[in-house]
């Protein structure tokens, strides 16, 4: 599993600190639906875990997201992938990878760890077949030694799921 | 009762005068750094004048600070966090018209 190749490990700026712990605090009074958050004293990975919801496709079933920040949270986008193994779901590759565009180019600093955990449970629950992308095998050989989905070129294209 | 018709005199040797200010935004806290807006970014020391907000076109308020460190962090043109609308310095004259609208009868 190449997923624990994090980002480049720069230790986080004291705005970026001073944020999490906030979001900490506050996913701690109120936790989003469906999501835990794994207890760890490392501020800078997090790792939590999603319930699918019922009703959905996948209901019943937990999976693990890990959630890598960058120095300058909230400036840049955190990475989050899923750890093996990752939902079969049209827009998650097999090595973990998600196609949102909040992921990338359309993250806003106003958002936070709660806001994305809930964007990717809506996008999970609105999926109707359990499939990986047209282009996993290709996309997956591409990352092999370890690379970021925060330096692939995402193509948005599909708005439904 | 007794009406006195004598007048006091008094004499006012000193005083003390308190006030309190607040920032008129629409939120608690700025949408960046998640702070309170009556508190300071966390890169500065005082709340007030050293750590100013700002509002956008939008009417969205943050840091000073906060929004210059996205806005200069952005290779294309920014957005503001938290409407995605692009983001445009609110001009002081709009920002006063403002006032005037939500606070009638105050000169």
């Known amino acids: 599993m190449t997923s624990s190749s994090a980002p480049s490990r720069k230790a986080l700026s004291k705005i970026a600190c001073n944020r999490l712990q ?76 998600i196609c949102l565009d909040i992921l990338y180019d359309s993250w806003s600093p106003a958002m936070t760890v709660s806001s994305v955990c809930i964007s990717i449970l809506s996008m999970l629950s609105s ?35 | 009762m007794f009406p006195s018709r004598s007048k006091m005199k008094v004499k006012i040797l000193n005083w003390h005068a ?36 700002i509002w956008g076109a939008c009417n969205h308020s943050f840091h000073l600070h906060c929004i210059l460190k996205w806005v200069n962090s952005q290779t294309s043109q920014p957005h503001c966090p938290m409407c995605r609308r692009e983001w445009q310095f609110k001009a002081w004259e709009q920002r006063r018209r403002g006032f005037q609208l939500e606070t009638p009868g105050q000169c």
């Open chain 1, 22 to 97: 906030k979001e900490l605090v506050e996913w701690q009074v109120n936790p989003p639906a469906g999501f835990k958050h794994k207890v760890s004293d490392n501020l800078q990975r997090w790792v939590i875990e999603v319930n699918g919801a019922q009703g959905t496709l996948y209901a019943n079933e937990t999976y693990q997201l890990q959630v890598d920040f960058p120095e300058h949270y909230p400036m840049e986008a955190p990475q989050v992938i899923f750890l093996n193994p990752a939902p079969l779901h049209p827009h998650i590759y097999s090595n973990g990878h």
């Open chain 1, 127 to 161: 999926s109707t077949a359990k499939q990986r992308p047209a282009d996993n095998d290709r996309y997956v050989k591409n990352c092999r030694n370890g690379r970021s989905p925060k330096e692939t070129r995402w193509w948005f294209h599909d708005d439904k799921v």
């Open chain 2, 18 to 53: 308190v006030a309190s200010w607040t920032w008129d935004a629409q939120d608690e806290t700025c949408g960046i750094c998640r702070m309170a807006f009556d508190g300071c970014c966390p890169d500065c020391k005082y709340p007030g004048d050293d750590c100013p907000l």
